[in-house]
Antibody, heavy 118, light 110 residues
Framework: EVQLVESGGGLVQPGGSLRLSCAAS????????MEWVRQAPGKGLEWVSY????????IYADSVKGRFIMSRDTAKNLVFLQMNSLRDEDTAIYYC???????????WGQGTLVTVSS | QSALTQPRSVSGSPGQSVTISCIGT?????????VSWYQHHPGKAPKLLIF???ERPSGIPDRFSGSKSGNTASLTISGLQPEDEADYYC??????????FGAGTKVTVL
């Protein structure tokens, strides 16, 4: 059974940093694309970043480019999102999702809440 | 990338059909057959309903169907059931591995 479990969310001040983790199980992480999607309070879903399973390509949304860094540790079946220079508008539930080759998300985690506030 | 345009809400009685539209541009919805739809009950993980415009993953009932014409994609829920009450999001590939979501539609079962 495919499972994705996010952790690492919390309260952080503007300008601060936070690292989210996503523990993947039930599939071979290196063979799949992994992605992060977020949902701000009262808002819709927003795609954040993509990590190609075989290509190693990493792509970011313009809203986080230069501030967020996505990575993975295939030996530990973990995916990370290092978030730096956090802003109020980064407050959201962050979801880890498994991506497929025609650019959809077939499995999602339950999400972890990040609150950026002074 | 601007969010795709979805109606804020739609409603229907049990057994009825509802259709949710998702309007994009030639750079996203109109440019690729890579539209997907997700059901989201608040507090839970989003769930894939439709991929590649009109394909259903295993386990998704055929009450859910997708289509596309030009820059507009649509999700139709036939035979509406109480458990279908949720938020629904469309998503389109927008080139260079990026994606754009719709703002979401709240479906209410009357």
């Amino acid at each position: 059974e495919v499972q994705l479990v996010e952790s690492g969310g919390g309260l952080v001040q503007p300008g601060g940093s936070l690292r989210l983790s996503c523990a993947a199980s039930g599939f071979t992480l290196s063979a799949y694309n992994m992605e992060w999607v977020r949902q701000a309070p009262g808002k819709g879903l927003e795609w954040v970043s993509y990590s190609g399973g075989t290509s190693g390509t990493i792509i970011y949304a313009d809203s986080v480019k230069g501030r967020f860094i996505m990575s993975r540790d295939t030996a530990k079946n973990l995916v990370f999102l290092q978030m730096n220079s956090l802003r109020d508008e980064d407050t959201a539930i962050y979801y880890c999702a498994r991506g497929r080759y025609t650019f959809y998300f077939d499995y999602w985690g339950q999400g972890t809440l990040v609150t950026v506030s002074s | 990338q601007s969010a795709l345009t979805q109606p804020r809400s739609v409603s229907g009685s049990p057994g009825q059909s509802v259709t949710i539209s998702c309007i994009g541009t030639s750079s996203d919805v109109g440019g690729y057959n890579y539209v997907s739809w997700y059901q989201h009950h608040p507090g839970k993980a989003p769930k894939l309903l439709i991929f590649d415009v009109n394909e259903r993953p295993s386990g998704i009932p055929d009450r859910f169907s997708g289509s596309k014409s030009g820059n507009t994609a649509s999700l139709t829920i036939s035979g509406l059931q109480p458990e279908d009450e949720a938020d629904y999001y469309c998503c389109s590939y927008a080139g260079s591995h990026t994606r754009v979501f719709g703002a979401g539609t709240k479906v209410t079962v009357l």
